[in-house]
């Protein structure tokens, strides 16, 4: 037996420590934390000192056993969790929930999973920083204030289901604000002139006026008054510049340069680096500090002298913005400055190669530049002050750039080009001069990237929060990822060109919202409402400043349970005093009247989502409509409604069953008696009539159709939510880039097939076809229980292959659906009786 237990939070992390410890270390995992509040109460003493109650869940508990099992037999157990706040919590919970001694305890942690961090940290081992702890408590404890108390609020006032957080309100309110200011935001109109001109030698290079015209009619004139007009160079000036690199990475800017340059969302960002850190690769992945070690810069420059030679080496110190920064940690980097890539996950592959070139080039020299300013005079028949200006960038000495340039959010600005070579006094031709019609821009929707920047900016959350705040407001469906390409709209260009002006009218796609964060209806309610009568709280400089309260803790200068109480003292009547008092909130607005009934018409959020609705509260006639997705409460139109309620509309018959065109909760469609086909992206439900409707049906069925026949079943083709796809005996198989989808061949239906068939095979551990069970491996090394539809995921931890039938039956028992009480309905049809027997009686 090991004379040390060395405890980790991953199993991964587990795996890559115990190949640079010796025989007298066993390393195990606690997978994350083994303690945490309970999930069916409050589970804090609101009414003493605020202490918080922990318990080991259900899924732990196997997990707690075997720790505190190997925990006895040890000579010394060192916890060796991250070296954040929620790693100091979970060495706090283990050294109390495993009865740790301190005399046989220690505390370690290091910065990056190699060998040397390994046995440094092991030489220099710690107590517990109970600060750290205390600040992870108050910031858990203030998060389940707030959301335990707020979301019954939201459940009464608005809509069941809800739910409401600190951190997260903030960040909906963020987006919410800037779709008002979208909204709100009228374009104006202006007209930019460009021109092209070229050389005496045939060079040609673009130049632009520095002001736009307001007017049409201004730019038509001052075309007019280029006509016949010659140029010439009237001022030329060259001037050194430089260019700098970006810091190291901080968890913040990984995140947007991620979504940037490699599209990656939030969340698969900071997935990917725990792996690449578990596996020993870069440095601890959440940290908001742009520091780099001595030892690190010193790599950095070995390996860039030997790389690119001595003259781009530039070691260098960053100063982190963010406040509270943990300046004692390091910037995300490569562990091992010499390994240019790695191999294996292309995913990890292409981020290792972002965070080794950001960290290289961050110690590189300066890129120097030449920057060049030509202004162009106007020699025409009629007086013309303005000038033409054309800017010009030549890179001297690439520095940085050779490795790396930091991506920004929003590219509109054009980027300075090479110019000819070009002399005061010169004469030049002018290719073609335009005036084009501009409109100024409303404000850009967030991206996942651009929200992480400006959280980062106002000082709400922290590193470890940006991934789950946005996974958050998603899942509950405050903020959804928009679909919609924009819309096309025309603008006039003005194009001089050998003396001649003439007009053309073209086409622009404005208002794409792919990808961009778009608060839906049930987002923009709940702000509102809480907004209204929660402002303290989802105040930003509030939401802020609970941040360095947090700070103040971890650093011992505040305690954790006096902010506690003074927060909860002046919140917890507010919920009680809102609860009571506020009016319910469903988004209502009433667009007019039916012309045909007299009765309201209006649009509110419902039990299932936004919705139309004929008839007043109640009305007992009332007619219902859900709104189509791409409608929101706020700005659909009475037209836009009434069109709703003209649906569903039947088509007539085909192939012996009814035809109806509806809207449904992912869109319009037809249907064919029990066969839904989707309207193509963009056609009006109202538009659709018995021909096009014999169109898609006939193009379903030929989709439909089997291609091939294996073992006497039927094989299809389709495509779907991932791609497209073959279906054999009920199962769906991807057919990935390998495959021609469109022309597969036998032997590729043949081979998809067998393959599919031999992984359900692999993945089954165990089966009872009597009782109709099944337990088959899943993702992240867990398990499947399936019973029919009901499907339960055991944790790593679980002893797959000794599960008994009973033991399977009574996992599926607890999670099977409690069968519905009809005692309502009886109480109904009592009452219904009863009142049939009075009239009976009367009669």
Same mark, same amino acid.
């Given at each position: 037996?090991?004379?040390?237990?060395?405890?980790?939070?991953?199993?991964?992390?587990?795996?890559?420590?115990?190949?640079?410890?010796?025989?007298? #270390?066993?390393?195990?995992?606690?997978?994350? @934390?083994?303690?945490?509040?309970?999930?069916?109460?409050? +589970?804090?003493?609101?009414?003493?000192?605020?202490?918080?109650?922990?318990?080991?869940?259900?899924?732990? /508990?196997?997990?707690?056993?075997?720790?505190?099992?190997?925990?006895?037999?040890?000579?010394?157990?060192?916890?060796?969790?991250?070296?954040?706040?929620?790693?100091?919590?979970?060495?706090? @919970?283990?050294?109390?929930?495993?009865?740790?001694? %301190?005399?046989?305890?220690?505390?370690?942690?290091?910065?990056?999973?190699?060998?040397?961090?390994?046995?440094?940290?092991?030489?220099?081992?710690?107590?517990?920083?109970?600060?750290?702890?205390?600040?992870?408590?108050?910031?858990?404890?203030?998060?389940?204030?707030?959301?335990?108390?707020?979301?019954?609020?939201?459940?009464?006032?608005?809509?069941?289901?809800?739910?409401?957080?600190?951190?997260?309100?903030?960040?909906?309110?963020?987006?919410?604000?800037?779709?008002?200011?979208?909204?709100?935001?009228?374009?104006?109109?202006? #007209?930019?002139?460009?021109?092209?001109?070229?050389?005496?030698?045939?060079?040609?290079?673009?130049?632009?006026?520095?002001?736009?015209?307001?007017?049409?009619?201004?730019?038509?004139?001052?075309?007019?008054?280029?006509?016949?007009?010659?140029?010439?160079?009237?001022?030329?000036?060259?001037?050194?510049?430089?260019?700098?690199?970006?810091?190291?990475?901080?968890? &913040?800017?990984?995140?947007?340069?991620?979504?940037?340059?490699?599209?990656?969302?939030?969340?698969?960002?900071?997935?990917?680096?725990?792996?690449? !850190?578990?596996?020993?690769?870069?440095?601890?992945?959440?940290?908001?500090?742009?520091?780099?070690?001595?030892?690190?810069?010193?790599?950095?420059?070995?390996?860039?002298?030997?790389?690119?030679?001595?003259?781009?080496?530039?070691?260098?110190? !960053? /100063?982190?913005?963010?406040?509270?920064?943990?300046?004692? @940690?390091?910037?995300?980097?490569?562990?091992?400055?010499?390994?240019?890539?790695?191999?294996?996950?292309?995913?990890?592959?292409?981020?290792? $190669?972002?965070?080794?070139?950001?960290?290289?080039?961050?110690?590189?020299?300066?890129?120097?530049?030449?920057?060049?300013? *030509?202004?162009?005079?106007?020699?025409?028949? &009629?007086? *013309?002050?303005?000038?033409?200006?054309?800017?010009?960038?030549?890179?001297?000495?690439?520095?940085?750039?050779?490795?790396?340039?930091?991506?920004?959010?929003?590219?509109?600005?054009?980027?300075?080009?090479?110019?000819?070579?070009?002399?005061?006094?010169?004469?030049?031709?002018?290719?073609?001069?335009?005036?084009?019609?501009?409109?100024?821009?409303?404000? !850009?929707?967030?991206?996942?990237?651009?929200? =992480?920047?400006?959280?980062?900016?106002? +000082?709400?959350?922290?590193?470890?929060? #940006?991934?789950?705040?946005?996974?958050?407001?998603?899942?509950?469906?405050?903020?959804?990822?928009?679909?919609?390409?924009?819309?096309?709209?025309? #603008?006039?260009?003005?194009?001089?060109?050998?003396?001649?002006?003439?007009?053309?009218?073209?086409?622009?796609?404005?208002?794409?919202?792919?990808?961009?964060?778009?608060?839906? $209806?049930?987002?923009?309610? =709940?702000?509102?409402?809480? *907004?209204?009568?929660?402002?303290?709280?989802?105040?930003?400089?509030?939401?802020?400043?609970?941040?360095?309260?947090?700070?103040?803790?971890?650093?011992?200068?505040?305690?954790?349970?006096?902010?506690?109480?003074?927060?909860?003292?002046?919140?917890?009547?507010?919920?009680?005093?809102?609860?009571?008092?506020?009016?319910?909130?469903?988004?209502?607005?009433?667009?007019?009247?039916?012309?045909?009934? +007299?009765?309201?018409?209006?649009?509110?959020?419902?039990?299932?989502?936004?919705?139309?609705?004929?008839?007043?509260?109640?009305?007992?006639?009332?007619?219902?409509?859900?709104?189509?997705?791409?409608?929101?409460? @706020?700005?659909?139109?009475?037209?836009?409604?009434? %069109?709703?309620?003209?649906?569903?509309?039947?088509?007539? =018959?085909?192939?012996?069953?009814?035809?109806?065109?509806?809207?449904?909760?992912?869109?319009?469609?037809?249907?064919?008696?029990?066969?839904?086909?989707?309207?193509?992206?963009?056609?009006?439900?109202? %538009?659709?009539?018995?021909?096009?409707?014999?169109?898609?049906?006939?193009?379903?069925? /030929?989709?439909?159709?089997?291609?091939?026949?294996?073992? +006497?079943?039927?094989?299809?083709?389709?495509?779907?939510?991932?791609?497209?796809?073959?279906?054999?005996? %009920?199962?769906?198989?991807?057919?990935?880039?390998?495959?021609?989808?469109?022309?597969?061949?036998?032997?590729?239906?043949?081979?998809?097939?067998?393959?599919?068939?031999?992984?359900?095979?692999?993945?089954?551990?165990?089966?009872?076809?009597?009782?109709?069970?099944?337990?088959?491996?899943?993702?992240?090394?867990?398990?499947?229980?399936?019973?029919?539809?009901?499907?339960?995921?055991?944790? /790593?931890?679980?002893?797959?292959?000794?599960?008994?039938?009973?033991?399977?039956?009574?996992?599926?028992?607890?999670?099977?659906?409690?069968?519905?009480?009809?005692?309502?309905?009886?109480?109904?049809?009592?009452?219904?009786?009863?009142?049939?027997?009075?009239?009976?009686?009367?009669?």
């Amino acid at each position: 037996m090991a004379k040390n237990l060395v405890i980790v939070e991953s199993p991964a992390k587990a795996k890559t420590i115990e190949k640079f410890l010796g025989k007298d #270390y066993k390393v195990s995992s606690s997978f994350g @934390h083994i303690a945490d509040l309970p999930s069916k109460e409050l +589970g804090v003493d609101v009414d003493g000192d605020f202490t918080p109650k922990y318990i080991v869940s259900s899924d732990k /508990k196997s997990i707690v056993k075997e720790l505190k099992a190997l925990a006895k037999k040890a000579e010394m157990v060192w916890l060796a969790s991250d070296e954040d706040r929620e790693g100091e919590a979970i060495a706090w @919970h283990l050294a109390e929930e495993l009865d740790l001694k %301190d005399e046989k305890t220690k505390r370690i942690v290091f910065h990056e999973i190699t060998k040397t961090a390994i046995l440094k940290a092991i030489e220099n081992p710690r107590k517990i920083d109970y600060n750290l702890v205390n600040a992870q408590q108050a910031r858990r404890v203030l998060d389940r204030l707030v959301g335990y108390e707020l979301s019954p609020v939201l459940w009464r006032k608005v809509k069941g289901g809800l739910s409401a957080g600190r951190v997260q309100s903030v960040a909906v309110r963020l987006i919410v604000e800037r779709e008002r200011e979208i909204e709100a935001f009228s374009p104006v109109r202006s #007209y930019r002139i460009d021109a092209e001109f070229s050389t005496a030698d045939g060079s040609s290079f673009k130049a632009k006026l520095p002001k736009n015209f307001d007017t049409e009619d201004e730019a038509r004139e001052f075309l007019k008054k280029n006509l016949g007009a010659s140029y010439s160079i009237a001022d030329l000036t060259k001037k050194p510049a430089k260019k700098s690199p970006a810091a190291p990475f901080t968890t &913040s800017t990984l995140q947007q340069e991620a979504a940037r340059k490699l599209y990656f969302s939030v969340g698969k960002t900071m997935t990917i680096a725990q792996r690449l !850190y578990e596996a020993g690769r870069i440095t601890y992945m959440r940290t908001d500090s742009v520091n780099l070690s001595n030892d690190a810069k010193a790599a950095a420059e070995k390996e860039i002298t030997k790389s690119y030679g001595s003259e781009y080496s530039k070691p260098r110190n !960053y /100063k982190g913005k963010s406040k509270g920064a943990q300046e004692a @940690h390091e910037a995300i980097r490569p562990t091992d400055m010499s390994l240019h890539s790695i191999s294996g996950d292309r995913d990890q592959e292409r981020l290792y $190669d972002l965070i080794w070139k950001r960290t290289l080039a961050s110690q590189m020299s300066d890129a120097q530049l030449e920057r060049t300013n *030509v202004k162009i005079a106007v020699n025409g028949k &009629s007086s *013309v002050s303005e000038q033409f200006t054309a800017n010009g960038e030549m890179i001297k000495f690439d520095g940085f750039l050779k490795v790396y340039l930091e991506g920004t959010d929003f590219e509109d600005e054009e980027q300075d080009g090479m110019l000819p070579k070009l002399s005061k006094g010169d004469n030049l031709d002018n290719n073609y001069i335009t005036a084009t019609e501009r409109f100024t821009r409303p404000p !850009y929707r967030f991206t996942e990237a651009s929200l =992480v920047k400006q959280l980062e900016e106002l +000082g709400i959350g922290r590193p470890s929060t #940006y991934a789950p705040t946005i996974s958050t407001i998603i899942s509950r469906n405050y903020v959804e990822k928009g679909t919609i390409d924009g819309t096309e709209r025309t #603008y006039l260009q003005l194009t001089l060109e050998n003396d001649t002006l003439k007009d053309q009218s073209l086409t622009e796609t404005v208002g794409s919202d792919k990808g961009k964060l778009v608060p839906t $209806d049930v987002g923009l309610i =709940v702000n509102d409402f809480l *907004v209204d009568h929660f402002g303290n709280i989802l105040d930003y400089n509030f939401t802020a400043k609970v941040e360095e309260d947090f700070d103040d803790i971890a650093e011992g200068k505040e305690e954790w349970k006096k902010m506690m109480k003074d927060f909860y003292g002046t919140f917890h009547p507010q919920v009680e005093n809102v609860q009571e008092n506020a009016d319910r909130e469903s988004g209502e607005r009433i667009l007019g009247d039916d012309p045909e009934t +007299g009765r309201p018409v209006l649009v509110r959020l419902g039990k299932f989502g936004p919705m139309a609705q004929i008839g007043a509260p109640d009305d007992e006639e009332k007619k219902f409509a859900s709104l189509r997705p791409d409608q929101q409460l @706020h700005l659909v139109t009475f037209e836009e409604v009434m %069109d709703l309620f003209k649906l569903p509309k039947t088509l007539g =018959v085909y192939d012996g069953e009814e035809v109806e065109v509806n809207n449904g909760r992912f869109g319009p469609y037809v249907r064919l008696g029990k066969t839904f086909i989707s309207l193509p992206k963009g056609t009006d439900p109202l %538009d659709v009539d018995m021909t096009l409707a014999k169109e898609l049906i006939e193009e379903k069925k /030929k989709a439909d159709a089997p291609i091939y026949e294996y073992e +006497g079943l039927p094989v299809q083709k389709g495509k779907g939510r991932f791609g497209p796809f073959i279906k054999w005996n %009920d199962m769906f198989i991807n057919v990935n880039k390998k495959y021609d989808f469109d022309n597969l061949s036998e032997e590729d239906i043949i081979e998809l097939i067998e393959v599919k068939k031999q992984k359900e095979i692999d993945k089954l551990i165990n089966e009872w076809p009597d009782e109709g069970i099944r337990l088959e491996k899943a993702r992240w090394g867990r398990f499947n229980l399936i019973k029919g539809k009901t499907k339960v995921e055991l944790p /790593k931890t679980t002893k797959a292959e000794k599960i008994t039938l009973e033991e399977a039956q009574a996992i599926l028992e607890k999670k099977a659906p409690k069968k519905k009480t009809t005692k309502k309905k009886k109480t109904a049809k009592k009452k219904t009786t009863a009142k049939k027997k009075t009239t009976a009686k009367k009669k």
